[in-house]
């Protein structure tokens, strides 16, 4: 990363990073997170005051922008927040928790719980089904890790599942699953996927029967060496792996399977704001920060992290 990518004044002053937080939350305005009141809202200065601390003249309750946000409570300046921020946010594979501890100069506990709230924002609320009429999607599953209740052994069952659907075109959706039968994973596609959508798979039996779910399902057989045929493939998703791969075996080498969702979220996020999209590093860094709000996680014990 270039030095000049973290050149901007809110990323080294904490009144302008509280200033470049309040302008994303509140676009119209201080809005009071107690009741929700925008006006007689006023700013409460002196020695003593908090940053950014702000005085709501209904309930009469103090507050920063930070409250009702995975930021709230942190005693860690909101400056080396928005760097954590952009550090995650625009390093394709991830950043791990040492390099942010390294880089910004706070306990490689304080960087491991940064980053674990910032995945947690950026993990999505938004349901909207994938594809539709003339829309191909495309479904895998990967392994990835290993269960910490079972030995390494042949084959995958050791290993935890990862099912993805993407859009071509469009976006990516993961989900940390129990396992890869058609039980496991064929609900899910039917929550997720439009019926007017075109699916793509390999040729794994769990896949078999999706055309009575969807307008039409083809499929590669990889067992025999195909990989492509016109537009039956699931090169895209392959190529998400890849990268979900290097980044979990290259830069977090381990992940307990309590945290995986929140991974997955975090390659799902990157992958779903790309510049391909149209969005650029900042942009993209904005929209997780959009994400930070009514959502906390706390300390669950050493290095534990509990929603």
Request: one cysteine or more; aromatic letters at 10%.
């Amino acid at each position: 990363m270039s030095s000049s990518a973290l050149s901007a004044k809110f990323f080294h002053d904490e009144a302008a990073a509280y200033e470049k937080l309040e302008s994303l939350l509140w676009p119209d305005g201080p809005v009071c997170p107690r009741c929700g009141c925008m006006d007689r809202i006023t700013v409460v200065s002196g020695k003593t005051a908090r940053m950014g601390l702000k005085r709501c003249g209904h309930c009469k309750r103090q507050f920063t922008v930070t409250v009702g946000t995975v930021f709230e409570s942190s005693h860690v300046k909101l400056n080396l927040w928005l760097q954590a921020s952009h550090m995650l946010c625009t390093s394709k594979k991830g950043m791990s928790s040492h390099q942010i501890h390294r880089t910004i100069g706070v306990t490689y506990r304080t960087a491991w719980f940064m980053t674990h709230r910032l995945r947690e924002a950026m993990r999505s609320g938004e349901f909207v089904p994938f594809g539709g009429n003339g829309n191909i999607v495309e479904v895998d599953e990967t392994f990835i890790g290993q269960k910490e209740d079972m030995p390494k052994r042949r084959g995958f069952a050791h290993k935890h599942a990862v099912l993805s659907l993407v859009e071509r075109g469009g976006r990516v959706r993961s989900f940390h699953v129990a396992g890869t039968s058609a039980a496991h994973l064929v609900p899910i596609l039917r929550a997720n996927i439009s019926k007017e959508t075109a699916v793509m798979t390999d040729e794994a039996g769990q896949y078999a029967h999706l055309n009575k779910d969807f307008a039409s399902h083809e499929y590669v057989n990889h067992g025999a060496g195909e990989y492509g045929r016109g537009e039956v493939h699931t090169n895209t998703l392959e190529g998400f792996y890849s990268i979900f791969k290097r980044g979990m075996k290259g830069i977090y080498q381990h992940c307990g399977e309590r945290h995986l969702h929140r991974y997955v979220a975090e390659f799902d996020f990157r992958y779903n704001n790309r510049i391909t999209l149209g969005i650029n590093d900042a942009e993209r860094t904005d929209r997780a920060l959009k994400g930070i709000v009514g959502k906390r996680l706390t300390y669950g014990g050493p290095y534990g992290a509990s929603a």
